[in-house]
């Protein structure tokens, strides 16, 4: 069974920055894509940021130029650095793992506070 475990997360104020870490417990690169999405209160899942096999990068338009994805291939780990974190980033903060055909694996999640 894959495992999927966040790190990183915590109070921070508005402006700061967090570096959220992901350890799988396989060879990432297993897997077509890895994702970082996010769940506010009241609010659907949504993706903030996603690597390809390929290295190919996606972002929500919402952290575009402050949230950057990256990748430790030895250490089975993808970052996700938040800067200028802003009070609406507020949310759970989930790892997802993507196989090729739409298997997805995800993580039990790591709690970002952003106070103004």
């Known amino acids: 069974q894959v495992q999927l475990v966040e790190s990183g997360g915590g109070l921070v104020q508005a402006g700061g920055s967090l570096r959220l870490s992901c350890v799988v417990s396989?060879?990432?690169?297993?897997?077509?894509?890895m994702g970082w999405y996010r769940q506010a209160p009241g609010k659907q899942r949504e993706l903030v940021a996603a690597?390809?096999?390929?290295?190919?990068?996606n972002f929500a338009d919402s952290v575009k130029g402050r949230f950057t994805i990256s990748r430790a291939s030895a250490k089975n780990t993808v970052y996700l650095q938040m800067n200028s974190l802003k009070p609406e980033d507020t949310a759970v903060y989930y790892c997802?793992?993507?196989?090729?055909?739409?298997?997805?694996?995800w993580g039990q999640g790591t709690q970002v506070t952003v106070s103004s």
């Open positions: 997802n793992a993507q196989r090729t055909g739409g298997l997805q694996y």
């Open positions: 690597i390809t096999r390929s290295g190919i990068t």
């Open positions: 396989e060879n990432i690169f297993s897997f077509n894509a």
